[in-house]
């Protein structure tokens, strides 16, 4: 299944797991990670030290984070489609202490 191929073009800090986010189609996104940041991967960014760091890859133009968390720039895009699937995996993650 194909799907839209969309890429960061810049992140603004918004406090606490918020960041601002622009795409290459011209569109912005505020999103607040805090809900899904769960898990062996996504977990360690609840740290706002970690969280703060934050870039956007060169190569394939998405959010990275030091420890290897990134998301599908997709996703990031259309978050509103996706959000509460991402909570509700977040909310399993929590539950099985991964």
């Known amino acids: 299944m194909e799907h839209p191929i969309y890429r960061v073009t810049a992140v603004e800090p918004l406090g606490g797991f918020r960041l601002r986010l622009s795409f290459d189609d011209g569109s912005t996104r505020e999103i607040d990670f805090g809900p899904v940041l769960e898990g062996e991967i996504y977990g360690p960014l609840r ?3 970690m ?14 984070w030091p420890n ?18 991402m909570r509700d995996l977040a909310k399993r993650w929590a539950l099985a202490g991964v």
């Open 47 to 49: 740290d706002l030290a």
């Open 51 to 64: 969280f703060a760091a934050v870039s956007i890859d060169p190569e394939v133009h998405t959010l990275v």
């Open 68 to 85: 290897g968390a990134d998301f599908d720039p997709a996703i990031l895009h259309d978050w509103p489609t996706h959000e509460t699937a």
